[in-house]
């Protein structure tokens, strides 16, 4: 039997739909070999295929006259129209055959090559799923692409799918739309945070926008837990700084404690030698004696007649250095803010002590000296000069740690005499 003659017999139906849905199949592969980036000899081929099937299903089709579109062919049979038409019908049903096996084996390639090689479909599969939001448009507003999570956050902040990447950006950027590259934080309804990042670009010489939003959640979490420390360290810091100068106050107390504990000492030593002056009077110089008794009764008077109501410092270091037998004797501006005036008082009160103590001393200069870089003091006392270095211990380092908190430097020297020198920087704090 020929195809002529199959074409008008009950063979017709299977024999063209057959061929039919090869020729369909290939149509599909030769598109899907142009999208994925196939070889030009593998495009070439499925061209010349499709071809082939094309013309051995236009042949038999141009044998079937409209007039004879039955199953039952009529007798006798209408001329064939094309030598194809007149092979045995055998030879068509193996070309199908062999196409179906031809395909079955593109097929097989073509799922092995997009398993293995990246294409459209599989770098959109990838970009949907990637845990940031991606997305572009065209200057117009319209979306060239967007994945599955920038579809989602779009959705979530303004209610409906990305459809016009200028009104989510209205939404998103309300203050920074125009801007060049734009950036937001975004909190969805799921307690995540997101931050979105759009800016201008251009592929292959087109303007277009890429906007990026990024999960950043835990980032969100750590500063705030890192804003939360650092506001109980600035409280802390307030209150060390509140301790520190309730501390100064507590070391000039400390010292002045210091002092007053010598010259109470001292009362004894002096009342041991009243009694001794008083039974062997020969052996003591009167008027040494008398000038101690002096200072120590003058120091008791005034410590008695003592109130707790707040004085100023500077006045209570002279009048304690007075009382314990120095004279204070200031000149240039004294300053009438702290912390140069408490520094000063404190100063004064440490080397009046060390005068009565190490150097059997009865005065103290004091010379002040401003500038535009800051507050200078000079502090000599007289009496016996150091017979060694002078090392800083006591009331000297609790002062060179009150000076140096400030901001200031402190020198002290030996020879001929005591001297000691405090600079204070303009605008300590």
Not at 84 to 106: D, G, K, R, S
Not at 159 to 181: I, Q, T, W
Not at 288 to 315: H, I, M
Not at 316 to 344: C, F, M
Request: glycine share 4%; net charge negative; aromatic share 8%.
């Amino acid at each position: 039997m020929t195809i002529h003659e199959a074409i008008f017999s009950t063979l017709r139906q299977p024999l063209l739909g057959v061929l039919y849905l090869l020729l369909t199949l290939q149509m599909a592969l030769f598109l899907a070999s142009f999208r994925d980036g196939r070889s030009d000899r593998l495009r070439l081929f499925l061209l010349l295929h499709l071809l082939l099937s094309f013309a051995c299903l236009w042949f038999p089709f141009m044998d079937i006259d409209s007039n004879y579109f039955q199953t039952d062919a009529p007798i006798p049979l209408p001329a064939a129209r094309s030598a194809f038409t007149l092979l045995p019908v055998w030879t068509l049903f193996l070309y199908e055959a062999l196409t179906a096996l031809i395909l079955a084996a593109v097929f097989r390639d073509h799922i092995r090559y997009r398993r293995d090689h990246p294409t459209f479909e599989s770098i959109k599969e990838t970009m949907d799923l990637l845990p940031a939001g991606i997305a572009f448009g065209r200057p117009d507003g319209t979306v060239v692409f967007r994945n599955l999570t920038m579809n989602r956050l779009s959705c979530s902040l303004i209610g409906r799918h990305m459809d016009d990447l200028s009104a989510f950006e209205k939404a998103v950027f309300p203050e920074a739309v125009n801007s060049a590259e734009r950036s937001a934080q975004a909190a969805l309804p799921d307690s995540t945070v997101w931050q979105l990042t759009a800016k201008e670009t251009q592929v292959d010489g087109a303007p277009y926008t890429q906007l990026i939003a990024t999960d950043i959640t835990e980032q969100a979490a750590i500063t705030r837990e890192l804003e939360e420390k650092n506001e109980k360290l600035r409280d802390l810091h307030r209150r060390l700084d509140l301790y520190n100068r309730q501390a100064d106050r507590i070391i000039i107390a400390q010292e002045l404690l210091t002092a007053r504990m010598t010259v109470h000492s001292e009362v004894g030593n002096v009342l041991l030698e009243s009694r001794q002056y008083l039974r062997q009077s020969a052996s003591f110089e009167e008027e040494k004696l008398l000038q101690t008794l002096k200072y120590t009764n003058t120091y008791l008077l005034r410590e008695y007649e003592e109130d707790d109501t707040e004085r100023d410092p500077l006045t209570d270091a002279v009048e304690t250095a007075e009382a314990i037998g120095v004279d204070v004797l200031i000149s240039g501006p004294v300053p009438a803010e702290a912390p140069y005036r408490p520094l000063l008082a404190a100063a004064i009160d440490e080397c009046a002590s060390n005068a009565v103590k190490h150097a059997n001393g009865d005065q103290l200069t004091v010379e002040i000296r401003s500038t535009e870089a800051g507050i200078t003091y000079l502090l000599r006392s007289n009496g016996d000069a150091p017979k060694e270095a002078i090392r800083e211990s006591g009331g000297l380092l609790s002062l060179r740690q009150l000076v140096e908190k400030e901001g200031g430097t402190m020198q002290t020297e030996a020879s001929p005499a005591f001297v000691l020198t405090i600079r204070l920087p303009d605008g300590a704090p």
